[in-house]
């Protein structure tokens, strides 16, 4: 079982869930804690379930973004293993390129959005790919399968038909639709795609997204829903390329999508910023050369 812990992000709640899994061996485990600013939220979210920093045992990292990996080293500096793909393991050692890569993004936005960064001591990092399977006791595991396409270093988790899927299917809040975070730099569209496909092959009884909790679709419409949305994302930005439209008008029309993907709650633009993600679609065509 597991349960997830709204932490408030940017004081609006549904934006930011962190998943805690309490195994019965006795182990507590932590899917993407959040950013350091909601660490105070989310200490107090622990309390409530009688668990306090140094009780954390493992952090898995789905990728590391700040709204999903931000906190870690403070559960490192705690006694917690951090457990992140290995392409995505020097960033978080060394946070340096990570903090500029955002700084791009966000500008004088980083300490308010994000807090404190700090590195991760080298041991207390361990690396994993596809196919790692955690014990939880109790004939229960967690299993990692790698999602690229959000990123070069995505990794979702299976919990027997249940998937912790990170950003991997989108950001989907309340009675919203799914609409795909596009960050730049490293999203590539066409293997997110296929990414889309081989978890259709094993299709989940349940979705759990970071943004936010148990998705309300059927998996197999969420998916569809989410390879539609983002194939549409990328061919209103190709298209806006080709005619040349000028910046201001191609984002005024992104952000016009996004919000009617989102449909009614006001939260998505919170956690996924339409211009972040158009920069991150911008950048993918220019880097495959698409036109
Ligand atoms: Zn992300």
Known sequence: MYTILDINFQNTPKTIGCILIKAPSGENIIIDPGPHSCLATLQAALSKENLVLGDIHKVLLTHVHLDHAGASWAFAEAGASIFVHPVAAPYIENPQKLLASATRIYQDRMQELWGEVRPISGEKIKTITNGQLFNLGDGQNLLSVYTPGHTKHHISFWQGKTLFAGDALGVKIGDGGVVPPCPPPDLEVDVWIETLE??????????????????????????????????????????????????????????????????????????????????????????????
Do not use: C, W
């Open 198 to 291: 081989q978890i259709k092959k094993s299709m989940p009884e349940k979705i759990v997204l970071t943004h936010f909790g148990e998705s309300t679709m059927a998996p197999g419409h969420h998916i569809l829903a989410m390879q539609t949305a983002l194939s549409a994302a990328l061919g209103m930005v190709v298209q806006g390329n080709k005619q040349k439209l000028e910046h201001v008008k191609l984002l005024k029309e992104f952000e016009g999508f996004y919000e009617k993907l989102a449909k009614t709650s006001a939260a998505y633009p919170v956690i996924n910023p339409p211009y972040m993600s158009l920069s991150g679609l911008e950048r993918f065509i220019k880097v495959r050369d698409i036109h």
